[in-house]
């Protein structure tokens, strides 16, 4: 069975530029979470989805969003930028919400801000 | 605000020999604490999860002990198998919360000595 995946696994952008993050989760999982791991720290919850709807942010600016889709794939959207942005960006997948359900993540795409 | 903490960077332990991991957190609203490890170019991969009712929970060679007086746990890998190298991230998460919100730990490189 195929583990979550995300795309692109590599991305450049420049300040200011917009960009797309896409996650397909494990099939018959509900829930996705976004994570950002910052080199040399460990990943930080970004935001939670189940059943299409937000059920948690973390402390993230309003440049960050979400969306979950019917299919239960997700997107991570950020805006404007910042060479701060420069990251690991991780998605998790759950069959269900639930803070004891185990959370398997994908391999993550790294961005490069310039 | 780091309510997570791995005060050790990096281990290195001889092959067949016990490696001991350790984690401190600072938030007691925290009742239940995993381990993932991560090899490079892949996301955290699920090891062993301990619930705050508990002080101690085992899985093969792995076994995760909880002190919650003390806000510490520990990841006792025995024996240490050279694929055991890997950075190690400890989690925590808020079950009452009502989400999957992970709180990690910077993480400990684990080199494993043939």
């Known amino acids: 069975d195929a583990g979550v995946t995300q795309s692109p696994t590599h991305l450049i952008k420049t300040r200011g530029q917009h960009v797309t993050l896409r996650c397909s989760p494990i099939?018959?999982?509900?829930?996705v979470s976004w994570y950002q791991q910052v080199l040399g720290q460990g990943p930080q919850f970004i935001f939670q989805y189940y059943e299409k709807e937000e059920r948690g942010r973390g402390n993230f600016p309003d440049r960050f969003s979400a969306r979950q889709f019917p299919n239960y794939s997700s997107e991570l959207n950020v805006n404007a930028l910042l060479l701060g942005d420069s990251a690991l960006y991780l998605c998790?997948?759950?069959?269900?919400?639930?803070?004891?359900?185990?959370?398997?993540f994908g391999p993550g795409t790294r961005l490069l801000v310039l | 605000d780091q309510q997570v903490k791995q005060n050790s960077p990096s281990l290195s332990v001889q092959e067949g020999r016990i490696s001991i991991l350790n984690c401190d957190y600072t938030n007691s609203m925290f009742d239940y604490f995993l381990w993932y490890k991560k090899y490079p170019a892949e996301g955290p991969t699920f090891l062993i999860s301990?619930?705050?009712?508990?002080d101690k929970n085992e899985d093969g060679r792995f076994t995760v002990f909880l002190n919650k007086s003390a806000k510490h746990l520990s990841l006792h890998i025995v024996p240490s198998q050279p694929g055991d190298s890997a950075v190690y991230f400890c989690?925590?998460?808020?079950?009452?919360?009502?989400?999957?919100?992970?709180?990690f730990g910077t993480g400990t490189r684990l080199t494993i000595i043939p």
């Open positions: 998790a997948s759950s069959l269900v919400q639930g803070a004891r359900e185990t959370q398997y």
């Open positions: 989690a925590a998460s808020a079950t009452n919360f009502g989400n999957e919100k992970l709180t």
């Open positions: 099939s018959g999982h509900k829930s």
């Open positions: 301990i619930s705050s009712i508990k």
